[in-house]
């Protein structure tokens, strides 16, 4: 079976954020993978997300794919609920949402299990979810709780 393409999307509107969302609902973060850079203006988190496309295409077992998300144009990034001092802490993104502000500006918010929150105050949205390959070192194992896959 020839190997899947790897998805990269990029979102400059909350449409586009939309489909970022979808792409990254459940995906597995640990906290030492939440990086913020400052001085670049930048967010990066690495994740463990299910591959969606290839569960509703009638895949028979979920799989999951490491992915970058990368927010630029950042000019303030903070949390809550998130232990980013304990960075083997792992979390479930939830979804991602935009908040205009003064244009072109606004908030991004990363959305996590139990109340954790990402907000990002941002110049203009610039986002981009990019796969780097598959999930094949076992790091995170898909179960039918975690994945909404369950019957």
Known sequence: MPAPEQLRLVALDADDLSV???????ARVQASDIVWRQDEKRLVVGMSR?????????????????????FDRVLACKSRNIELEHPQAVLELV???????????????????????????VECLECELTDLGDDDLGTSDVDAESSGLGA
Do not use: K, Y
């Open 20 to 26: 970022i969302s979808a792409h990254v609902q459940n």
């Open 50 to 70: 299910l591959d969606w496309e290839q569960t509703l295409s009638g895949g028979t077992a979920p799989r999951r794919l490491i992915a970058a998300l990368r």
């Open 95 to 121: 979804g991602i949402e935009f908040h205009p502000g003064e244009a072109p500006g606004g908030s991004a918010l990363l959305l996590f299990s139990h109340g954790g929150a990402l907000r990002l105050d």
